[in-house]
């Protein structure tokens, strides 16, 4: 697939995480003409990065922040953004005000919330940007991005953003974007699990599950995942795709949230449970439809 990039002046811009996402995200970053400097807590990531994609590789976040209009981050959690971002090495340091940071990891809305206070007292702003669609979606500039904070630089950053996207949409002040990435997981744990049921429980009646997938998929059970993994879960493949350890993370982020706003998710803790079984099976690195594994 050749992704088509919007018309957009160069700008300067920084990525801030170079891993399984940022590092294609940044890609497209560049790919679509814009001066990219990188950085990655593993400085050969980053080397390699612009020996492919050109730019410049820094030593720290502040050092690849200064000078930049955009300031792109996609790490692990809370602890690691803050990391990248606080601190006399971290990158608001080095931005200058005006700048905007957009962070697309998948966090909480509380960090999301304290960041984007700080950039303010700063001059700076701050967008919670995190993202869905996977591998895929940032390999293919194909993601969709959940984004909260203030409107101007949600507005400025879009037609940056879209290098690596198909959707940028601002849903709110600034948490929404987390809170939306934490409605959409939701979503995913409760569909797998009823898909894993359903191939499993077929599988066992005798059918033909991948033409019985063939069927169904043109009706009211279609999804994402049964169009995208409910014949590699036939297959019994999982080596591939949105890891557990990561969707164990995201999903205790939205546990969190929960207890704290009240409300009642039986299915999305169920589900985290059965993901916690897969992790002592070994499968923290399979991807999310493993859950099948445990219906055998």
């Not at 919007?6 to 801030?16: D, G, I, N, Q, W």
């Not at 340091?93 to 809305?109: E, L, P, Y």
């Not at 599988?203 to 009706?219: C, N, Q, S, T």
């Not at 929960?258 to 916690?276: C, E, I, K, S």
Request: neutral net charge.
């Amino acid at each position: 697939m050749t992704k088509q990039y919007e018309a957009t002046p160069p700008r300067k811009v920084a990525f801030l995480g170079l891993g399984v996402m940022g590092a294609p995200m940044a890609g497209h970053l560049a790919a679509a003409g814009h001066q990219v400097s990188v950085y990655n807590r593993t400085a050969a990531k980053a080397q390699a990065w612009v020996a492919r994609h050109g730019g410049r590789a820094a030593d720290t976040p502040r050092a690849a922040a200064e000078g930049a209009e955009f300031v792109f981050s996609c790490v692990g959690n809370d602890a690691d953004l803050r990391s990248i971002v606080l601190g006399d090495d971290g990158a608001f340091a080095g931005m200058a005000r005006g700048a905007v940071f957009i962070d697309n990891t998948t966090a909480s809305a509380n960090v999301a919330r304290e960041l984007h206070g700080l950039a303010k007292s700063r001059g700076l702003h701050f967008v919670d940007a995190p993202v869905s669609g996977g591998e895929a979606g940032a390999v293919n500039g194909l993601l969709t991005v959940m984004c909260g904070g203030d409107a101007e630089p949600f507005e400025a950053m879009k037609p940056i953003a879209m290098a690596y996207a198909k959707a940028v949409t601002r849903l709110g002040g600034s948490g929404s974007g987390q809170l939306a990435k934490m409605v959409n997981q939701i979503c995913i744990a409760g569909i797998v699990q009823g898909l894993s049921e359903a191939v499993a429980f077929g599988a066992r009646a005798g059918l033909d599950m991948p033409a019985v997938l063939e069927v169904i998929g043109k009706g009211a059970a279609q999804s994402w995942q049964m169009d995208n993994r409910g014949k590699t879960m036939v297959q019994d493949k999982f080596d591939f795709g949105f890891a557990v350890d990561w969707m164990r993370k995201d999903l205790g982020l939205v546990l969190d949230e929960a207890r704290g706003n009240g409300a009642r998710l039986p299915l999305t803790a169920l589900v985290d449970q059965f993901y916690a079984e897969v992790q002592t099976r070994g499968g923290g690195r399979w991807d999310t439809s493993s859950l099948i594994r445990l219906l055998g």
